[in-house]
């Protein structure tokens, strides 16, 4: 009998699934569940959640290929399509970065060619489009779906592995009081601001292209005569201002040049990292810092003498890394860091400190599943903001749009502190943020903080939690654990409880074949789990996975075909 899998979602994370399980000798019958109506350009990339001025923050190069490279899908692509998608062909290089309905477009065509593919090699795949799962219930044999579909009608189905590829978790209606924005997706939403007092909260890509979808609605991005970006509001754009803020007040950094793929670590190397992580969690944090801090004084020792990492610990590295920035002005910071990012470029250097801790993020995530619930603590509250704002920079040209801004006096940015209260009741529209003394209230206001870490009881199927399968993620209690079947030695602190395959662990004597790919669910434990890259790891994982279940139940071998 025909092994049946289910995949929820057609975003990266199901496309990458996908590009694995079509590899298959052994025929499978493939469906896929999606509820947009154009499946294959997931929600982050989709031309009516973004706007074309939104940009992705990840070059071709890091891409993991599916069928082709993205260079290789753009240089294909006839000059009217690149017209279309804002893209110049002689700016088509591995190292650039594009909007982000340009990744749409491009993994929608991946999807495609991977359906054919599969086609062709035995497999039945059936792309439901507009159809919404909204319940999952395990049954001793499978696993069952009821699916709302196009014409709201319910319907039930039954498959042997399911796949929850569903991606963030963003609400369906953005503006949740007037002028209040709990998310700057969808973007066209925001193109209804006014030319106001606009306050966003946060400082990152996605508040960036926040900002930027507003400003372009008021005013234009142009090349001067030198050569430089500038902004220029338009005739009834006049009242247009704008503030981006955060607890630190700072921006991030320009992308930075480096090596890709990344060449080996010399002292933080993933076998250094699984000796701590079997000797057990005691102490565990602080001996991966001590790794952390040989590798950066290997590779860079006059950096390391420059913020006295000999000093730091893990709760204080934080302090030390963003000390220097926090006390400059954050345009003068920006503008400085974007033209030695810019010669880097050219000149093909790598700042070897920031190349050091890019590569240690995650070799020292193979630790966090581990940490016990103190140390989990430490490292969410201070080691982990170091190693985001690293991997975190964004195009240069977010950068030149933020400078542009602020020649044009459109825009400042505020330093929030930790104490800072957020108020949306007393005001008409927008909201107020109360700091250091201060009240400063905004007409609008968007919240661009990002997705936050969802947990057991933001399951959205009922039927998981009524079969009490998906249960908070189990952590240490700060002593050395010998048997993980002690549940009393464990504390749940979030997420979700999974397996190495990403499968909800339970004693019910019921189908363990679904498999939670929702990344959403996954920042707990895995808290580096972003973007397209960790979309391509989890696919992988979660297709070998099922395709070992497969040849298990056929009593032999696993058979995997070339890639095409």
Same mark, same amino acid.
């Given at each position: ?21 079509? #590899? ?9 569940? @999606? ?36 260079? @290789? ?103 949740? #009081?007037?002028? !209040? ?121 006059? !950096? ?35 033209? @030695?990012?810019?010669?880097?470029? #050219? ?14 993020? @995650? ?14 603590? #430490? ?40 104490? !800072? ?144």
């Amino acid at each position: 009998m025909t092994t049946k899998v289910a995949i929820i979602g057609s975003g990266p994370t199901g496309i990458y699934t996908l590009h694995g399980l079509v #590899r298959s000798a052994v025929p499978l019958s493939i469906t896929i569940f @999606e509820v947009e109506a154009d499946a294959g350009k997931g929600t982050p990339y989709h031309p009516d959640i973004n706007d074309q001025a939104m940009l992705a923050n990840i070059a071709s190069i890091e891409l993991p290929p599916i069928c082709e490279t993205l260079v @290789e899908w753009l240089r294909r692509q006839p000059d009217a399509e690149l017209q279309r998608l804002n893209v110049a062909s002689a700016n088509i290089r591995e190292r650039e970065f594009y909007p982000r309905v340009v990744l749409g477009e491009f993994l929608q065509s991946q999807f495609q060619q991977l359906i054919e593919i599969g086609i062709a090699r035995g497999h039945s795949i059936d792309v439901k489009s507009r159809h919404r799962v909204v319940d999952i219930r395990l049954r001793e044999a499978d696993i069952q779906l009821e699916v709302t579909m196009p014409d709201g009608a319910r319907k039930d189905y039954a498959f042997d592995h399911v796949v929850m590829a569903t991606g963030h978790n963003w609400p369906e209606s953005t503006e949740i #009081r007037p002028g !209040y924005f709990m998310s700057p997706w969808p973007a066209p939403a925001l193109k209804t601001i006014g030319p106001c007092h606009v306050g966003i909260l946060g400082t990152s890509l996605s508040a960036i292209d926040a900002l930027i979808t507003v400003a372009t609605a008021h005013g234009v991005f142009y090349l001067d005569a030198g050569g430089r970006l500038q902004y220029q509001a338009s005739a009834d754009g006049e009242g247009f201002h704008a503030a981006l803020m955060s607890r630190k007040g700072l921006l991030p950094e320009a992308d930075f040049y480096c090596e890709y793929p990344y060449t080996p670590l010399q002292v933080c190397t993933p076998e250094a990292v699984n000796a701590l992580i079997e000797r057990g969690c005691a102490n565990l944090l602080d001996d991966v810092f001590e790794l952390f801090r040989a590798e950066l004084v290997a590779c860079d020792p006059d !950096y390391a003498a420059k913020i006295g990492l000999a000093l730091v610990t893990v709760d204080t590295l934080a302090d030390a890394y963003f000390a220097e920035r926090e006390a400059a002005d954050p345009f003068t910071w920006a503008a400085a860091n974007l033209a @030695e990012a810019e010669q880097n470029k #050219r000149d093909h250097y790598t700042v070897p400190w920031r190349y050091a801790i890019l590569r240690m993020h @995650e070799i020292i995530a193979r630790a966090v599943p581990h940490l016990d619930q103190d140390d989990l603590k #430490r490292f969410h509250g201070k080691f982990k903001s170091v190693f985001v704002d690293d991997y975190a920079t964004v195009p240069h040209q977010s950068i030149q749009r933020l400078l542009a801004l602020r020649r044009a006096g459109r825009l400042e940015i505020l330093k929030l502190g930790r104490d !800072y209260k957020l108020d949306a009741d007393g005001v008409a529209r927008g909201a107020a943020v109360h700091f250091d003394g201060r009240r400063v209230a905004f007409d609008a206001f968007i919240d661009a903080t990002g997705q936050a870490s969802m947990s057991a009881r933001d399951m959205p199927f009922p039927g998981l939690i009524e079969q009490g399968v998906i249960k908070q993620a189990a952590t240490p209690e700060g002593v050395l654990i010998l048997d993980e079947s002690d549940e009393a030695a464990f504390t749940r602190t979030g997420g979700i409880d999974l397996d190495a395959a990403f499968r909800p662990k339970f004693a019910a004597n019921l189908c363990n074949r679904l498999y939670c790919a929702a990344i959403s669910f996954l920042l707990h434990k895995l808290p580096f789990v972003q973007g397209i890259t960790s979309a391509h790891e989890i696919g992988e994982v979660v297709s070998k996975a099922i395709l070992d279940d497969v040849s298990a139940d056929q009593r032999e071998p696993a058979l995997m075909l070339d890639d095409a």
